[in-house]
C-alpha cells in the first residue's frame, strides 16, 4: 500500500504525464486537418491545383507513417519524456516556415517538419497510458486520448475558417509553432516515464504482481523482430489504412471542397459538416473503448461500427446532392462508426508482450498514415483528370473522389475478420 504521500504523487504524475503530453497531441491533430478549413488559402498563395495541393497534404502524412516504427522503438527505449519533447522542437519550427513559406518547396519542407515532430506524442501517450494506468482501462484511456486529440482536430475545421476570415491563415501557424515549443519545454521539465522513474513502485507491483522489465536500449531490435513476425499484429494496420485513412482524407482535406462543390454549401456551412464527424468521432471513442472493455470484447464491437462506418458513406458515393439534414447526418454516422479503429491499439498491445507495447502499437498505427498518405493525393489525381483546379472541379469529378475512399473504407472492415480477438486481456500472459 502507498502512503497518503505517495498516492497523491502518483496522482499528480500519473495526470501530469497525459496532459502535456496530450496537449501535444492535440496540436498533431490541428495540423492533420488544417488544411481542409484551409484549402483555397493554400490553392491561391502557392498556385497549385488539386493534385499538387493533395500532395501538400500528404507530405504530414508520409513522414509521420515512416516515422511509427522509430517512433514505437524510441518510445520502449528512451521513453515518452524524451521523443515528446524533441519532437515539439521540431514541430514548432515546421510550423514557422510552413507560415513563413514563399512557394510550394518551403511550404512542402516546413509541413514535412511538421508531420516528423508530431510523430512522436501518440505512440509516447499510449506508453504513458500502459505504465501509470492499470490495464483493465487501456482501451478506455485510449478513447479519451482520442477525444482530446479529436477536440484539436474540430478546432482546426470551423473555427479555424472563422479565424482565416480575420486573420491570416500564416499568423496562426507561426502562433502554433511557439505554443508547440512551449508545451516541449514543459514536457522535458515535468514529465515521468515511469512511476519508478519517481521512486514509486509501479502499479503492477501495487496489486502484487512482478513488474515488467524495461526494454533494454539494445535489444530493440530483437523486440521489433518479435512483434513484426507475430501475424496476429498485422491485421490491425490494414483496419487503420481504410477506416483512418478515409476518414483523415474527407476531414482532413477533401470534405470541405466536396460539399462546397457538389451540395453548394457555403465554407462555412461545409467546415460544419466536417466539425461535426470530428466531434462525433471524439465522442464515441470515449464510449467504444469503455465499451469494449466492460464487455471484454474487442473483434464484435469493431466489426458492428465498421459496417455502419460503410453505411455512412454511401450517400456521398451514389452522388446527386442531399437535404441539409440528409448530409449531416451522413457525417454523424461516419464520425460515429470511424471509432472503430480506436480499438486497433488495444489488440496489438494485447497479442505481443507488455515490454513491446510502444512497436505494436506503432506498427498498426504505422496504417492509419498510410492510408491517408496515399489516398490524398489519389483523391486529388482523380478530381484532375475530370477538373483542373478545385474551384473548377465538377460535381462528378468530386462524386468520384468520394467513392475512392468508399473502396477504401470496404478494405478496412474486411480487415477487420482477420484481428484476433484478445478478450480484454494479454494474450502472451495467459497463455504463459
Not at 35 to 47: N, V
Not at 274 to 286: D, K, Q, S
Not at 409 to 425: L, P
Request: hydrophobic residues 55%.
Amino acid at each position: 500500500m502507498l502512503s497518503a504521500e505517495h498516492t497523491r504523487l502518483l496522482i499528480r504524475l500519473r495526470w501530469t504525464a497525459f496532459g502535456l503530453i496530450a496537449g501535444a497531441y492535440v496540436l498533431a491533430f490541428f495540423h492533420r486537418t488544417a488544411p481542409a478549413a484551409i484549402a483555397a488559402e493554400l490553392a491561391r498563395d502557392f498556385q497549385v491545383g488539386p493534385a499538387s495541393l493533395g500532395i501538400l497534404a500528404s507530405s504530414y502524412f508520409w513522414i509521420y507513417m515512416v516515422m511509427q516504427i522509430p517512433t514505437g522503438v524510441l518510445a520502449d527505449t528512451l521513453g515518452p519524456r524524451r521523443i515528446v519533447a524533441l519532437g515539439g522542437v521540431i514541430a514548432g519550427i515546421g510550423s514557422i516556415l510552413f507560415a513563413l513559406a514563399d512557394g510550394l518547396g518551403g511550404a512542402l519542407a516546413g509541413r514535412t517538419l511538421v508531420g516528423l515532430g508530431v510523430s512522436f506524442p501518440f505512440i509516447a501517450l499510449l506508453k504513458i497510458n500502459a505504465a501509470w494506468f492499470p490495464e483493465n482501462r487501456f482501451a478506455t484511456l485510449n478513447g479519451i486520448t482520442m477525444f482530446i486529440g479529436n477536440m484539436g482536430a474540430a478546432s482546426a475545421a470551423l473555427p479555424l475558417a472563422w479565424i482565416v476570415a480575420h486573420v491570416s491563415w500564416r499568423t496562426v501557424f507561426v502562433a502554433l509553432g511557439l505554443l508547440s515549443m512551449l508545451i516541449a519545454l514543459l514536457t522535458w521539465l515535468r514529465v515521468r516515464d515511469r512511476p519508478e522513474d519517481a521512486g514509486l513502485p509501479t502499479l503492477r507491483e501495487l496489486d502484487g504482481k512482478p513488474a515488467h522489465p524495461p526494454m533494454p536500449v539494445g535489444d530493440w531490435k530483437l523486440g521489433l523482430k518479435h512483434v513484426a513476425s507475430n501475424r496476429a499484429s498485422w491485421p490491425g494496420l490494414f483496419v487503420n489504412a481504410g477506416i483512418a485513412g478515409t476518414l483523415f482524407s474527407f476531414a482532413g482535406l477533401w470534405g470541405v471542397p466536396y460539399l462546397m462543390t457538389v451540395h453548394a454549401l457555403p465554407r462555412a456551412v461545409a467546415a460544419q459538416h466536417t466539425t461535426l464527424v470530428l466531434v462525433m468521432f471524439a465522442f464515441t471513442c470515449l464510449g467504444v473503448g469503455r465499451l469494449s472493455d466492460l464487455l471484454q470484447r474487442r473483434k464484435p464491437v469493431m466489426l458492428g461500427f465498421g459496417v455502419l462506418y460503410l453505411v455512412g458513406w454511401l450517400p456521398f458515393a451514389i452522388g446527386g446532392t442531399l437535404p441539409l439534414w440528409a448530409s449531416y447526418a451522413a457525417c454523424a454516422v461516419i464520425g460515429i462508426s470511424a471509432s472503430s479503429f480506436s480499438l486497433t491499439w488495444a489488440c496489438a498491445k494485447e497479442v505481443n508482450p507488455p515490454a513491446l507495447s510502444g512497436m505494436a502499437t506503432s506498427l498498426v498505427n504505422t496504417g492509419c498514415f498510410l492510408g491517408a498518405a496515399l489516398l490524398q493525393p489519389l483523391v486529388g489525381w482523380v478530381i484532375e483528370l475530370q477538373s483542373p483546379s478545385i474551384a473548377h472541379a465538377t460535381p462528378a469529378a468530386m462524386t468520384d473522389g468520394m467513392r475512392v475512399l468508399l473502396a477504401a473504407a470496404i478494405g478496412g472492415v474486411t480487415a477487420m475478420f482477420f484481428v484476433r480477438e484478445t478478450g480484454g486481456r494479454n494474450l502472451t500472459e495467459r497463455t504463459g
